[in-house]
């Protein structure tokens, strides 16, 4: 496809933060999964697969080609999009059984992980939108893919080196709230969210690192599995006030038509239904299933919607870019 074409020139006016996209529709792909609707997961996944690739070939253009534009942007919360979309989709093949996928994804995202991070960081000034929540995200993601890869191949000091993402990613969430611009609770455009998906992401990958230590090597003893299960529970918890929070300030103020940041809001809200039901299995509590259940349905309306915001906003643009 020649560079000058329309959806050349589309996708390259494409922020960082459209990552959420791959991001949104990955976890959406795990939920349908946990559910047991695995020809719609896999369906989903699919479509996660084109579009990951599409992004990471405009990231790789962009770096080869607009080097100044893409350490300006690398800067910027929504860069750690790409670690966080590798490693949900990553966590999707592990599940799949397709580990060496699964430990690729793990390698690009760690590869990515320290150089985007300390400059996010670093960039990082108050007040910040939602996006500064991306910081644990990221780290939590690498979480939850390393503990899942352990858990499938029985590897001791992967779910160990998991562990410690996990503790990171909950210091990094410390530190953006403190950065975080709280009126983007009524004002922000949909990464606001991420505000409650950071931590549904980390109540996930404390899910799966108890799951690693069940059946499995000998990771955790009883004191280390009671305060995985506490405070996996906590995280879960709070991430569930802060989806009422938002859900009521979003009727309060409703902020309609499309932006690339609903994509931001589509990703708390599969995040919170995969960690809800990932916490029932892990930590066998039952009664969570079918809460879980209902928000995933909730999250997949909200995918649709988005998406078709997305793909109208996409033809009007194409249209204008188009020659006459």
Sequence with gaps: MPATSPFRAWLAQRPPAAGAAVMATGILSVGLHLTGYEALSLAVLAVACVAWLALAADFVARLLCERARWVQEAGTPGGLTGVAATTVVGTRFSALGWQFVAEVSLALAVVLWPWLLVRVVR?????MPGSVFLCCVATEGLAV????LARAEAT???AHTALVFFWLGLALYVFALTRFDLRQVVEGRGDHWVAGGALAISALAGAELIAAG??????????DRGVLHKVTLALLAFDLCWYAVLLVAELARPRLGYDVCRWSTVFP?????????SVASSLDIPRLTVPGEALLWVAVAAWVVVAAGAVADARAELRSTAPQ
Excluded: C
Excluded at 123 to 127: E, G, I, K, L
Excluded at 145 to 148: C, D, H, K, T, V
Excluded at 214 to 223: A, K, R, T
Excluded at 269 to 277: D, E, I, P, R
């Design 123 to 127: 960039n990082s000034q108050r007040p």
């Design 156 to 158: 001791a000091w992967l």
């Design 269 to 277: 809200l599969g995040m919170t239904a995969a960690a809800m039901l």
């Design 214 to 223: 069940s059946g499995g090597p000998y990771l955790w003893n009883e004191d």
């Design 145 to 148: 893919l390393g503990a899942s």
